[in-house]
């Protein structure tokens, strides 16, 4: 066959020059670049996804549950008991991770003719996402501590008047949690420049010091969390994630999925899951232990730390970023080179992974004290 490359293909024009989202997977001792959940599901947990995905398996001759009613029902009860705020199953929206929840969102309230706004850096996916439904994308600013400048975000969104604000709290890659007024005055902000929807993505709430947004939902149609079982239900390999908002919302997202989008093995999962969210909870709060051990041992050693509310610490700063990436390797600890200049993320492991990335770190700073 002859070499034909992307490029040499009929891919629409705003894919171009772009690249597929993902972190390296290398062959090391200890890997803390994709915030992962380190800890394994427990036997009890295990031994009870197996006894539904049984079940399951019986019925695999018929389609699944396409509203996935029982799932989205035990979302419902489990963000109205962690967060405070009466969710009911109308509210709640479940897909493919919280990725296709996004893609879902893009598809109807996005689209060609239509932008959306992020506040950069912030999740790059988002950004991707947009191309790949047509949708314009604005980088909004950051200040200098990688917080909203809530009087720039809104020039920003005054200017551009965009379809869809993308709003990351905890954010991905710093950390930093954006507060309640800030989430507030960009919703006033985005409905005053035109009627948009405001997507607050909640992938890492569960690690937060603070309390969930959820209660803002009340009186504001227009606003969308989005949450996700990868991180603090320690079930990246799960691939679920939801969605809470108006009843009208999850109706709305319902034009664009697919036919049966959730099967009914990835159903009966992430049921079993949520039968045992007290012990996963357990670990979320040993991680959180271990994030701010991070960053404190971190700042002792002469790092500069983002403050963080994520199962991650953002650390530096780094004339060469990369290069410090590579010798951190160099000592089998794999972090994150987010591409965010003079800075590296590392994601909080187990207390013995921990222990081997300081250890690497207190080594090379002594080394390039010498």
């Known amino acids: 066959m002859s070499d034909v490359r992307i490029d040499d293909l009929p891919v629409r024009d705003e894919l171009r020059g772009t690249s597929p989202y993902g972190a390296p997977q290398l062959d090391v001792p ?6 992962e959940n380190p800890y394994p599901l427990p036997e009890p947990l295990v031994e009870r996804i197996a006894e539904r995905v049984r079940e399951a398996a019986r019925h695999l001759n018929r389609y699944p549950d396409r509203d996935a009613v029982e799932l989205r029902a035990r979302l419902a009860e489990y963000l109205t008991r962690t967060s405070g705020h009466a969710v009911g199953l109308g509210n709640v929206w479940a897909a493919n991770g919280s990725n296709e929840v996004i893609q879902q969102l893009l ?3 996005g689209g060609p003719g239509r932008t959306a706004i992020g506040f950069e850096p912030s999740y790059s996916m988002h950004a991707l996402i947009a191309r790949g439904t047509g949708t314009g994308w604005i980088s909004g600013p950051r200040g200098e501590d990688f917080t909203i400048d809530l009087a720039a975000a809104r020039e920003a969104i005054a200017e551009h008047r965009p379809d869809v604000v993308f709003v990351t709290t905890p954010n991905n890659p710093t950390g930093t949690a954006v507060p309640p007024e800030t989430v507030t005055a960009l919703y006033e902000a985005a409905q005053a420049a035109k009627p948009s929807m405001v997507i607050v993505d909640e992938a890492y709430i569960e690690f937060s010091h603070g309390a969930s947004l959820l209660p803002l939902l009340e009186g504001r149609p227009h606003l969308v969390v989005s949450r996700t079982m990868s991180k603090a239900f320690g079930a990246a390999g799960l691939r679920l994630g939801y969605l809470a908002a108006h009843p009208a919302v999850v109706d709305a997202v319902q034009l664009v999925r697919l036919p049966y ?4 093995v990835t ?4 049921l079993a899951a949520l039968e045992h969210t007290d ?15 991070l960053v404190t041992e971190l700042r002792a050693i002469g790092y500069e730390v ?21 010798q951190i390797l160099d000592r089998g600890v794999l972090v994150r080179d987010n591409g965010v200049p003079g800075w590296l993320r590392v994601t909080a492991g187990t207390p013995q992974e921990n222990d081997a990335f300081l250890d690497a770190v207190r080594e090379l700073k002594k080394e390039q004290s010498a």
């Open 30 to 35: 200890v890997r803390l670049n994709t915030n």
């Open 107 to 109: 598809q109807t309230f």
């Open 261 to 264: 989008h959730l099967s009914a």
């Open 267 to 270: 159903q009966a999962t992430a």
């Open 279 to 293: 012990t996963l909870l357990g670990y979320v709060e040993q991680l959180k232990t271990e994030r701010d051990r």
């Open 306 to 326: 983002t403050a963080s509310d994520a199962n991650f610490v953002q650390f530096g700063r780094f004339a060469d970023a990369h290069a410090v990436w590579q």
